[in-house]
C-alpha cells in the first residue's frame, strides 16, 4: 500500500531554512497521474496548500502564492522522494507539515505522511 | 480565487444525523469537485468523501456527500452516528493556481 514517511528538524531558527523529506513507498514520485504536495496545518491559518511537484512529459512545480518568493519543492527520483525547503522563515512558519498525494493532480489528497511538527524559534 | 466557509462547530447524539456545510464564496459549487477529509486529534486528514459524493475504500456508507447549486454549498451527511465519528471535518476544492483551497473546518461532537 501506498506510504509517506516525512522526516526533517522539528526546530529551525529564524531567518534559516526549513527542511523536510517525503519518502514514497507504494508509488512512484514519477508517476505521470498523480501529484506530490506539502500542505501545513496551524491554528491562525488552517490547512494551508504549500506546493507540489509532479512529472508529466517532464516536471513541473507550483507554488502557492503566499510562499511562492521562498519556496522550493522537488523530486528526487534516485530515492522516490520529495523535499521541501522553505527560506527565510518566521514565527509565523510554525505548524504541522504534511506531505499528500494527490492521485490525479485536482486535488484529492488521498495519502498523506505522519506530519512534521515545526517550530520557528530561536 | 475563492474561499470555503464552514460552520465552527455541530453537535449531535450517537445514532442521529449531521449534516456539515461548506459554501463556496465564489464561482460555482459544481464547477469543480468537492473533497471532505476527517481529521481525528492526533492523526493526519484522511479522505472520507471525493467528488463531491463518491466514498473510498473502507469509508462506511454512513457518510454521503451532495452539493447544491441554489445555496453554492456542499455537504457532508453522516448518518447513525458513533463516538468514533468525533473529529474535525474539512472540505476542500481545487482552484487553477491552487488545488488545495480547504475550508477552515469544522469541529463534530458526538455526545
Known amino acids: ?122 | 480565487n475563492f474561499m470555503l466557509t464552514q460552520p465552527h462547530s455541530v453537535s449531535e447524539s450517537p445514532g442521529k444525523t449531521v449534516i456539515i456545510s461548506c459554501t463556496r464564496s465564489s464561482g460555482s459549487i459544481a464547477s469543480t469537485y468537492v473533497q471532505w477529509y476527517q481529521q481525528r486529534p492526533g492523526d493526519a486528514p484522511t479522505m472520507v468523501i471525493y467528488e463531491d459524493n463518491q466514498r473510498p475504500s473502507g469509508v462506511p456508507d454512513r457518510f454521503s456527500g451532495s452539493i447544491d447549486s441554489s445555496s453554492n454549498s456542499a455537504s457532508l451527511t453522516i448518518s447513525g452516528l458513533k463516538t468514533e465519528d468525533e473529529a474535525d471535518y474539512y472540505c476542500q476544492s481545487y482552484d487553477t493556481n491552487n488545488p488545495g483551497v480547504f475550508g477552515g473546518g469544522t469541529k463534530l461532537t458526538v455526545l
Do not use: M
Open chain 1, 1 to 122: 500500500q501506498i506510504q509517506l514517511q516525512q522526516s526533517g528538524p522539528g526546530l529551525v531558527k529564524p531567518s534559516q531554512t526549513l527542511s523536510l523529506t517525503c519518502a514514497i513507498s507504494g508509488d512512484s514520485v514519477s508517476s505521470t497521474s498523480a501529484a506530490w504536495s506539502w500542505i501545513r496545518q496551524s491554528p491562525s491559518r488552517g490547512l494551508e496548500w504549500l506546493g507540489r511537484t509532479y512529472y508529466r512529459t517532464k516536471w513541473y512545480s507550483d507554488y502557492a502564492t503566499s510562499v511562492k518568493s521562498r519556496i522550493t519543492i522537488k523530486p528526487d527520483t534516485s530515492n522516490n522522494q520529495f523535499s521541501l525547503q522553505l527560506q527565510s522563515v518566521t514565527p509565523e512558519d510554525t505548524a504541522l507539515y504534511y506531505c499528500a498525494r494527490d492521485r490525479s493532480g485536482y486535488g484529492y489528497f488521498d495519502h498523506w505522511g505522519q506530519g512534521t511538527r515545526v517550530i520557528v524559534s530561536s
